[in-house]
T-cell receptor, first 114, second 113 residues
């Protein structure tokens, strides 16, 4: 158990719909990262937040958005869903030290778009 | 971040040591070598990381060559539960901005009886 929690575990929805994925980081971790894993693309970085502020963007579509709240939990919002958005979505968190900022991953949310 | 090259797949008998190689010939002086693994669609699991000295923890050992162009992850006594995809990632731990992990295709390790 990494200490990172994600809800829900599974989500099934239809094309055109909007969903919200939730992530609670490990206690004390200020950084949250979102990754997408699809069959044909592998694990891809989407976005990073640090203490409520966006820090880096990866291959995140404009239909997707995220935020990190004052209690440090984060939400990933996916809208106008398409079949190709079906994937595993992972959240990770990290705390920076002088030597490293190892990321610890949650169990993921499996999104199926029908 | 430097690119890495790993074998696509490897087999290992249960109880034997699993040695997973990684080539990172373009690694920079301030880049660390990280290893993660992913067991069947679970979240990636951190294993170990190092800069230039060999490292050992309760899960594995990491051997980095003196020129730092390659490394080997060693699972000393592999079990069936070690069957997973193992990712070798080379990165600067913290740049102040982007701190992402770039995953390649990894090595699929199959541990057999």
């Amino acid at each position: 158990d990494s200490g990172v929690t994600q809800t829900p575990k599974h989500l099934i929805t239809a094309t055109g719909q909007r969903v919200t994925l939730r992530c609670s980081p490990r206690s004390g971790d200020l950084s949250v990262y979102w990754y997408q894993q699809s069959l044909d693309q592998g694990l891809q970085f989407l976005i990073q937040y640090y203490n409520g502020e966006e820090r880096a963007k990866g291959n995140i579509l404009e239909r997707f958005s995220a935020q990190q709240f004052p209690d440090l939990h984060s939400e990933l919002n996916l809208s106008s869903l398409e079949l190709g958005d079906s994937a595993l979505y992972f959240c990770a968190s990290s705390v920076r030290t002088a030597r490293t900022d190892t990321q610890y991953f949650g169990p993921g949310t499996r999104l199926t778009v029908l | 971040d430097a690119k890495t090259t790993q074998p696509t797949s490897m087999d290992c008998a249960e109880g034997r040591a699993a040695n997973l190689p990684c080539n990172h010939s373009t690694i920079s002086g301030n880049e660390y070598v990280y290893w993660y693994r992913q067991i069947h669609s679970q979240g990636p699991q951190y294993i170990i990381h190092g800069l230039k000295n060999n490292e050992t923890n309760e899960m594995a050992s990491l051997i980095i060559t003196e020129d730092r162009k390659s490394s080997t992850l060693i699972l000393p006594h592999a079990t069936l539960r070690d069957t997973a995809v193992y990712y070798c990632i080379v990165r600067v731990p913290y740049t102040g901005t982007a701190s992402k992990l770039t995953f390649g295709t990894g090595t699929r390790l199959q541990v057999t009886l």
